[in-house]
């Protein structure tokens, strides 16, 4: 069994460094998969029309993630949030991915 301390020093009980939320990182990542494949609008559109089912859906991914895998749990917890669902939306709704705006700076 462990003790109090192996909790505390634990990375999952452990809270996000100063000014990053967790999570986030990963959106940037799931925003350009989803460009690549060009489902970036399609899931923009399903986020904002499916907001009113969005509580529902987490729950389901929650109870599908031991079957799906914690990908599964992750998008349930952004499902959850209005707030979060509608920045990673705004995220996705960009004109242009954020890697080529980062590599238009390093160019010129």
């Known amino acids: 069994m462990k003790s ?3 909790f505390i020093r634990s990375p999952v009980t ?3 460094a100063e000014g ?3 999570g986030r990182d990963r959106w940037r990542r799931w925003a350009s998969s989803l460009r ?3 489902l970036h609008g399609l ?5 904002d029309a499916g907001r009113p089912l969005s509580y529902i859906s987490a729950q389901l991914l929650y109870m599908a993630s031991p079957l799906v895998g914690i990908g599964a749990e992750r998008v349930g917890k952004l499902l959850e949030s209005d707030e979060d669902s509608s920045a990673f ?6 004109d242009e991915p954020l890697e080529a705006r980062a590599r238009g700076k390093e160019t010129g």
């Open 4 to 6: 109090s301390m192996e």
């Open 14 to 16: 452990t809270p996000a």
């Open 36 to 38: 690549r494949y060009q």
């Open 43 to 47: 899931v923009g559109w399903l986020l």
């Open 20 to 22: 990053q939320e967790p």
């Open 89 to 94: 939306a705004r995220l996705l709704s960009l």
